[in-house]
């Protein structure tokens, strides 16, 4: 480990989308103290840059987009979602919003571990991973690739969150400790 006035070398494993915006930012905070930053993004993503002054980048081959970066699917969702609240209080409606997320977050799932596969499989990447020598990984709670990552190139984990629909997510997730808990958001 670095000493502290020294910049760390820190691998990002970032859910695009909206989830990308807070990311973002922390990267360009991290960026300015001296920190180098490297972010692995799929191939088809449409937030996450592939060029960027504040990190290098490494792309995921990826043959289908995940749905949150599939303009028509989050147009159909979030329609949805909108017709969903015009009927907000009632047990339809709550029922329908968590039916549509869950939907959209499972379908999203199946891509990204497709997307897992393919770069645990590509040895030469993990091998450039592992040599490296980064000092950890920043990742987004919502998927599993952080941790799995942090967990196979033996790296501390920072989980970078703001929220989950059941609250607080600092409250929520705070006392994760091991590789085998789930955040609250699957326990709901």
Same mark, same amino acid.
């Given at each position: ?28 905070a991290l960026h300015t ?11 088809? !993503? ?34 949805? !979602? ?15 919003? =968590? ?34 020598? =980064? ?48 955040p609250q958001l699957f326990?709901?």
């Amino acid at each position: 480990m670095k000493l502290c006035c020294d910049g760390g070398k820190i691998l990002v494993f970032p859910l695009d989308g909206s989830h990308w915006l807070n990311m973002k930012l922390l990267i360009e905070a991290l960026h300015t103290r001296g920190h180098q930053i490297t972010v692995l993004r799929s191939s088809t !993503s449409w937030y996450v840059s592939e060029v960027s002054p504040h990190y290098t980048s490494i792309n995921i081959p990826c043959e289908q987009p995940q749905n949150m970066e599939d303009q028509a699917f989050m147009a159909s969702f979030l329609n949805r !979602s909108i017709e969903t609240r015009r009927h907000e209080g009632t047990v339809w409606a709550f029922l329908a919003f =968590y039916s549509n997320l869950f939907h959209m977050l499972g379908q999203n799932q199946v891509i990204i571990a497709s997307m897992l596969t393919t770069m645990f499989e590509n040895k030469t990447m993990m091998r450039e991973l592992k040599e490296s020598q =980064y000092d950890l990984v920043l990742a987004d709670p919502a998927l599993p690739a952080g941790p799995m990552l942090a967990h196979y190139l033996k790296l501390p984990l920072v989980l970078n969150v703001r929220w989950l629909p059941t609250g607080e997510a600092h409250f929520a997730i705070a006392a994760l400790a091991l590789i085998t808990t789930f955040p609250q958001l699957f326990l709901a």
